[in-house]
């Protein structure tokens, strides 16, 4: 089973959920956790097999394209 990940757009506010088929939803929370322990410097150091778009969206909540539409 894919992970999920929610997260609020710092632009509008909005909260969305995206798909993430590389990593299993047990293994994400795993990472996560351990992103925020600090045992990561990075969330491109924890989640080596994210596009930058996918982290953008853990990071900022941002979609693809949403900074140019604010949408």
Known sequence: ???YVTSTSILNGKTR???LKLY???EFDVL???YKEGK????E???PLLSSKAIEF???GILP???DTND
């Open 40 to 43: 990561y410097a990075t969330l």
């Open 17 to 19: 959920t995206m798909e």
């Open 1 to 3: 089973m894919p992970a």
């Open 58 to 60: 853990i990071r900022y």
């Open 45 to 47: 150091e924890t989640f």
């Open 24 to 26: 299993e939803q047990d």
């Open 65 to 67: 394209g949403e900074w």
């Open 32 to 34: 996560m956790h351990a």
